[in-house]
């Protein structure tokens, strides 16, 4: 039972660049979520999803895609990196009584 | 939107002093999280409170929900050096599937 897995755990892009960040969890749950974490703001939620097909846009969804066609994986696309976007990327499920779980995250550079 | 409030940022003690993060919310909650991030790593589920007033104790550590379902805090007594990290509370408002993060507490702990 690995929980949540994240991939990469580091990546470096240009400006412009695209890319996706993969997240899994073997753990059935429906929900799932994205957030990224800055030094001194705390986890802000991108975008989520309740269930397979399902997702919606949290407090930063702004350059940022997701989709969830499957109740395991839910990848985070960047369509075109800036260097805003620099930041730790945590990927999390939701069991159903509301413990939320975290995957190891995602360090992101942006030059 | 919902703000979701910790003081203090940062706290720094000696080994055996007890340790107080507060959570404060511009909405009332449904229910209110805790975890822990240690350093470089992911954030941990702790706990959750669901009812006003609610009081939690897992060993040394001490949760409270307020009686208006706004504010929580954690109290840690006698810190040990293995408490480091930062504490988030999360709040979740209303039937919103959406969790708000408060902007963390980071404990230093010395000898």
Redesign the interface.
């Known amino acids: 039972n690995a929980g949540v897995t994240q991939t990469p755990k580091f990546q470096v892009l240009k400006t412009g660049q695209s890319m996706t960040l993969q997240c899994a969890q073997d753990m059935n749950h429906e ?1 799932m ?1 994205w ?1 990224r974490q800055d030094p ?6 991108i975008h ?1 999803s ?1 269930g397979a097909g399902i997702t ?1 846009q ?2 930063v969804p702004n350059g940022y895609n997701v989709s969830r066609s499957t109740t395991e994986d839910f990848p985070l696309r960047l369509l075109s990196a800036a260097p805003s976007q620099t930041s730790v990327y ?1 990927c999390a499920s939701m069991s159903l ?9 995602t360090r992101l550079t942006v030059t | 939107g919902q703000q979701v409030m910790q003081i203090p940022q940062y706290q720094h003690v000696q080994e055996g002093e007890d340790f107080t993060t507060y959570c404060n919310s511009s909405t009332t909650l449904s229910n209110i999280q805790w975890y822990k991030q240690r350093p470089g790593g992911h954030p941990v589920f702790l706990i959750q409170l669901v009812k006003s007033g609610e009081v939690k104790k897992q060993k040394r550590l001490t949760f409270q929900f307020g009686e208006a379902k706004k504010n929580s805090s954690l109290h840690i007594t006698a810190t040990q050096t293995t408490d480091v990290g930062t504490y988030f509370c999360a709040g979740l408002a209303g039937t919103a599937s959406k969790l708000t993060f408060g902007t963390g507490t980071r404990l230093q702990v010395t000898l």
């Not at chain 1, 001194?40 to 939620?45: A, N, S």
């Not at chain 1, 009584?97 to 995250?105: H, I, K, R, T």
């Open positions: 929900y979520s957030y001194g703001m705390g986890l802000r939620l989520y309740v919606d949290g407090e945590f009584l509301w413990e939320q779980y975290f995957g190891p995250g």
